[in-house]
C-alpha cells in the first residue's frame, strides 16, 4: 500500500474516491466541502439530499462516511465523512473519519483514495495531531485500497506531514 502527501486542490484530484470534509447536513459548506460542491456541480448535491431523506433524516453522525457519485469531478466517488469539532468532541471521532471513509470507499471497489485534513479548518483541530492521525489511519486500510493520498491545502503543511511522518517512523 502506498500513502503519498502532497500539495495541491482535492477537488482536481485523480483517484477513485475522494474524501469530503462535510458536516452532518451533507448539504454543502465552506472550505473543502464548498470547494468539492462547487466544481462537483449540483449531482452531488441531489444526492445527498436524497441520503438525507432516506437513511439519515437527522443528519450524518460525526466520525461516521457515506458515498456519493462525484459529478463533473476526475474521482469516481465522494465519501463525505463529518470531523470532530476541536475543543468539542472526542478525537476518536477523527480517527473514526478515516477509518469509516476508508471502509465505505473499499466497499465501492476503490483502488485509490484521496483526503484531505479533516477537521483541520472550519473544526479548528491542530494541524499536527489532524495529520499525525490522518496517517496511522491510513496504516489500517482494508483491501482493495491500494493508494492514499492525503491532499494537503497548505503547501507549507507538506513539510510538517513529512516531519510527523518521520517522527513516526
Ligand atoms: N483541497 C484540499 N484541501 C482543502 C481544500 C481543497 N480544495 N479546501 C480547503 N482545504 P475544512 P473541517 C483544507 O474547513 O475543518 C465546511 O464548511 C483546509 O485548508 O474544509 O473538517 C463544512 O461544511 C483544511 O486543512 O473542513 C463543515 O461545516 C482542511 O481542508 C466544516 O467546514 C479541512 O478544512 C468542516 O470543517
Redesign the pocket.
Known sequence: MSIRVLS????EFRADAIVN???SSLL????????IHRAGGPAILAECRELRRTSFPDGLPTGQAVATGAGSLPATWVVHTV?PVYGRDDAGLLDSCYAESLRVAAELGAKSVAF??????????P?DDAVRRALRGFAGAPAPVAAIAL????PE?VALAGDIAASEG
Open positions: 495541491g486542490d482535492i477537488t470534509a462535510a458536516n454543502g459548506g465552506g472550505g473543502v466541502d464548498g470547494a470531523g484531505p485534513l479533516v477537521s483541520a479548518g472550519v473544526y479548528g483541530w494541524k491532499v494537503l491545502f497548505d503543511d
